[in-house]
Nanobody, 123 residues
Framework: QVQLVESGGGLVQAGGSLRLSCVAS????????VGWFRQAPGKEREFVAA???????SVSDSVKGRFTISRDNGKNTVYLQMNNLEPEDTAIYYC?????????????????WGQGTQVTVSS
């Protein structure tokens, strides 16, 4: 079992930055792939970024060059650094983990989810 808790969301002006954190509990976290997803009002949950235990990662085209994902296995934490934020980035951001070392971009492939953290970007 893995429990996930996100933090770091908030209200920021366009062009600003936020760093989200996802702290996990559970013995297998260091070998779990972890992803960040987001869901805006009235829209489906979508992939943002994901990272393997080894550090290999992927980010969606919509945030490439602005968002960076990283992890510190010693702290059981995955980060999402978000720079040059745009109003279109406004959403609830969720951290999710898989029971394998490989990440995917599919919501249904993730076994554990956090409660989410709200990110609001004003224009």
């Amino acid at each position: 079992q893995v429990q996930l808790v996100e933090s770091g969301g908030g209200l920021v002006q366009a062009g600003g930055s936020l760093r989200l954190s996802c702290v996990a509990s559970g013995r297998t976290f260091s070998t779990s792939a972890v992803g960040w997803f987001r869901q805006a009002p009235g829209k489906e949950r979508e992939f943002v970024a994901a990272i393997m235990w080894s550090g290999g990662n992927s980010v969606s085209d919509s945030v490439k060059g602005r968002f960076t994902i990283s992890r510190d296995n010693g702290k059981n934490t995955v980060y999402l650094q978000m720079n040059n934020l745009e109003p279109e980035d406004t959403a609830i951001y969720y951290c999710a983990a898989r029971s394998t070392i490989y990440y995917t971009t599919r919501v249904d492939d993730y076994d554990y989810w956090g409660q989410g953290t709200q990110v609001t970007v004003s224009s």
